[in-house]
């Protein structure tokens, strides 16, 4: 049985930062690339951020500066580190594992940018 689960979500100030993590059971994510996704309310989800299998990242333009993906195979992990958070970055943020034949996606993590 798959599970992606995300956590470090939650309430911060603009400017503040977070550190966003997706563990994985029931695979090993060194064989997939990881995306994290965000989906704001009312709106469709967006790719964030990827990191390929050979540790090659790509990000949204939004984003870009601010957010940093990386991976630790051997804890099985995936995270997400956010600085300068603005209130447009408030969201659901996902977690995705994607193969050429397969994916997995996680429940989500609410992240809230307010003052």
């Known amino acids: 049985h798959v599970q992606l689960v995300e956590s470090g979500g939650g309430l911060v100030q603009p400017g503040g930062s977070l550190r966003l993590s997706c563990a994985a059971s029931?695979?090993?994510?060194?064989?997939?690339?990881m995306r994290w996704y965000r989906q704001a309310p009312g709106k469709q989800r967006d790719l964030v951020a990827s990191?390929?299998?050979?540790?090659?990242?790509n990000y949204a333009d939004s984003v870009k500066g601010r957010f940093t993906v990386s991976r630790d195979n051997a804890k099985n992990t995936v995270f997400l580190q956010m600085s300068s958070l603005k209130p447009e970055d408030t969201g659901v943020y996902y977690c995705?594992?994607?193969?050429?034949?397969?994916?997995?996606w996680g429940q989500g993590t609410q992240v809230t940018v307010s003052s």
């Open positions: 995705n594992a994607y193969s050429l034949y397969t994916e997995f």
């Open positions: 029931g695979i090993g994510i060194s064989i997939f690339g």
């Open positions: 990191i390929t299998s050979s540790d090659n990242a």
